[in-house]
């Protein structure tokens, strides 16, 4: 048995191809009772929530970009708000499109599955979330990434950015070490992070950025985890 469920309006642009939609459009999808149940007590606080688990493509980062500006839009009126956010947002999902290792296809589809994910909070916080798939062994170099970008402040990371341009590497994710930098520069908050087993030489990496009020980074990955 399943169960078919809408999608309500949501207050974001740029959700829909079509520029008559104001808010999006409502659709339709179909999914396991249970699933729908975790997903509404993981998101039931949340004041909107975008989520993109198809296939990712460069052409839909300019969409990102307004989705960004309008998610912000009543929360925080400033312009730097809303380009902190889209700027965050595309580096995410960008780490999604460079950096996500190669997977047999029933795996993909399946537990491997990429996954964008934008909540925006009735307090003001906004978390963007990046869920992609890791070769094992690239899981030492990216912890120690991420362990050291944890309680730096603006001007190390960016005295850290710098010193990573000027450093010359032929290494694949000398790009997405540049990128974690500037997401923790940009948010002003250190980068929450997990990662789970996927069979004997890929694990599933779970990243989590705050924008805003600050919000505890363990339930939030705990359910995209899930």
Same mark, same amino acid.
């Given at each position: 048995m399943s169960l078919s469920i809408g999608v309500q309006r949501c207050p974001l642009v740029g959700v829909a191809r079509s520029p008559r939609y !104001?808010?999006?459009?409502? !659709?339709?999808? !179909?999914?396991? /009772?249970?699933?729908?149940?975790s997903l509404y007590l993981a998101l039931r606080d949340d004041r909107s929530v975008f989520a993109y688990s198809g296939a990712?493509?460069?052409e839909h980062t300019g969409r990102l970009i307004a989705l960004g500006e309008a998610a912000a839009e009543g929360v925080d009126g400033r312009g730097t708000a809303r380009g902190r956010l889209a700027f965050i947002m595309v580096e995410a999902y960008q780490n999604i499109l460079r950096h996500r290792a190669v997977l047999p /296809?029933?795996?993909?589809?399946?537990? $491997?599955?990429? &996954?964008? +994910? @934008?909540?925006? $909070?009735?307090?003001?916080?906004?978390?963007?979330? %990046?869920?992609?798939p890791v070769k094992k062994s690239d899981v030492v170099g990216l912890r120690?990434? +991420?362990?050291? @970008?944890?309680?730096?402040? /603006?001007?190390?990371?960016k005295n &850290?950015? @710098?010193?990573?341009?000027?450093?010359?590497s032929d290494q694949p994710r000398r790009g997405a070490g540049l990128g974690l930098?500037?997401? %923790?520069? !940009?948010?002003?908050?250190? &980068?929450?992070?997990? @990662?789970?087993?996927l069979g004997p030489d890929h694990e599933l990496f779970i990243l989590a950025v705050?924008?805003?009020?600050?919000?505890?980074?363990?339930?939030? +990955?705990?359910? %995209?985890?899930?």
């Open positions: !104001r808010y999006g459009y409502i !659709r339709r999808i !179909r999914m396991e /009772p249970r699933v729908a149940h990712f493509h460069d /296809p029933q795996v993909e589809r399946g537990e $491997g599955r990429s &996954l964008f +994910l @934008l909540r925006c $909070g009735i307090d003001g916080q906004q978390v963007v979330v %990046a869920v992609n120690s990434s +991420l362990h050291r @970008l944890h309680g730096m402040d /603006p001007s190390q990371l &850290l950015f @710098l010193s990573g341009l000027q450093t010359t930098i500037e997401m %923790a520069r !940009r948010s002003g908050s250190d &980068l929450g992070y997990t @990662l789970r087993g705050r924008v805003g009020t600050d919000r505890a980074y363990e339930g939030v +990955l705990t359910e %995209a985890a899930a």
